[in-house]
């Protein structure tokens, strides 16, 4: 079912209705039930803790 | 722009600045560089990224589009690839995107239409598999099921199964 499913492209102006909807979205989800989901995470990245603080990781980011 | 309240300023598209340069297609917004390449839809239980046809700075304007919650909720942020600043990169790749296309189900068969690909460490190393997935992936996740935490989980390696 869900391969049967498209990604939407969004025209620039449609960012701020789109957002909207992606605002209602997180809301309705994070009416969690703790047992059953223990909590967020981040899936994306994750800086090594000794890099999380000051400005040495957004050096490390940076590029051109 | 056209002056539509709640609208970011005004401002040429922004794009990877350089297209030797790998960028995370799951990054935090106060990396240097980041853009919105994405907006996610769907539902809490099955989310949907949506993607711009021309991605932003990841401007204060356009990031108070999802308050009150986080913007990692509600956009998807690309940035210039930390690489061994972050805990997923294994020395030569990304292990979050080669976790994603182990551990989660395809999300949609056909490509979408987005603006990063030619510049996304992901599509580089993992190709269409990526992008077939790339859809479900919400940065700041409280729904996540086990695939997706396993995947998101830095001392969790490929090709171990998730965690029940």
Same mark, same amino acid.
């Given at each position: 079912?869900?391969?049967?499913?498209?990604?939407?492209?969004?025209?620039?102006?449609?960012?701020?209705?789109?957002?909207?909807?992606?605002?209602?979205?997180?809301?309705?989800?994070?009416?969690?039930?703790?047992?059953?989901?223990?909590?967020?995470?981040?899936?994306?990245?994750?800086?090594?803790?000794?890099?999380?603080?000051?400005?040495?990781?957004?050096?490390?980011?940076?590029?051109? | 722009?056209?002056?539509?309240?709640?609208?970011?300023?005004?401002?040429?598209?922004?794009?990877?600045?350089?297209?030797?340069?790998?960028?995370?297609?799951?990054?935090?917004?106060?990396?240097?560089?980041?853009?919105?390449?994405?907006?996610?839809?769907?539902?809490?239980?099955?989310?949907?990224?949506?993607?711009?046809?021309?991605?932003?700075?990841?401007?204060?304007?356009?990031?108070?589009?999802?308050?009150?919650?986080?913007?990692?909720?509600?956009?998807?942020?690309?940035?210039?690839?930390?690489?061994?600043?972050?805990?997923?990169?294994?020395?030569?790749?990304?292990?979050? $995107?080669?976790?994603?296309? %182990?551990?989660? &189900? /395809?999300? =949609?068969?056909?490509?979408? #239409?987005?603006?990063?690909?030619?510049?996304?460490?992901?599509?580089?190393?993992? $190709?269409?598999?990526?992008? %077939?997935?790339? &859809? /479900?992936? =919400?940065?700041?996740?409280? #729904?996540?099921?086990?695939?997706?935490?396993?995947?998101?989980?830095?001392?969790?390696?490929?090709?171990?199964?998730?965690?029940?």
């Amino acid at each position: 079912m869900a391969a049967a499913r498209q990604a939407p492209s969004i025209a620039l102006e449609e960012v701020t209705q789109a957002a909207f909807n992606g605002v209602l979205r997180a809301l309705d989800a994070r009416k969690i039930q703790v047992a059953k989901w223990p909590g967020p995470i981040i899936v994306g990245i994750i800086a090594w803790p000794q890099l999380q603080q000051g400005e040495l990781f957004r050096e490390m980011t940076k590029r051109g | 722009m056209d002056g539509r309240p709640g609208m970011p300023e005004s401002r040429p598209p922004a794009r990877p600045r350089d297209e030797h340069v790998d960028f995370c297609p799951s990054a935090q917004p106060e990396m240097e560089g980041a853009l919105v390449f994405g907006v996610i839809g769907g539902t809490p239980e099955h989310p949907l990224v949506g993607y711009l046809d021309q991605p932003q700075d990841a401007t204060p304007d356009l990031l108070a589009l999802a308050e009150p919650v986080e913007p990692t909720e509600v956009f998807r942020f690309a940035a210039p690839c930390a690489e061994s600043g972050c805990q997923h990169f294994d020395g030569g790749s990304c292990q979050l $995107g080669r976790k994603l296309v %182990q551990q989660l &189900p /395809l999300g =949609v068969q056909r490509l979408p #239409r987005c603006r990063l690909r030619p510049s996304c460490r992901w599509w580089r190393e993992q $190709g269409p598999a990526a992008c %077939q997935r790339c &859809p /479900l992936v =919400v940065t700041k996740d409280f #729904r996540a099921g086990p695939p997706l935490r396993a995947a998101a989980d830095p001392s969790v390696a490929a090709g171990e199964s998730s965690p029940s």
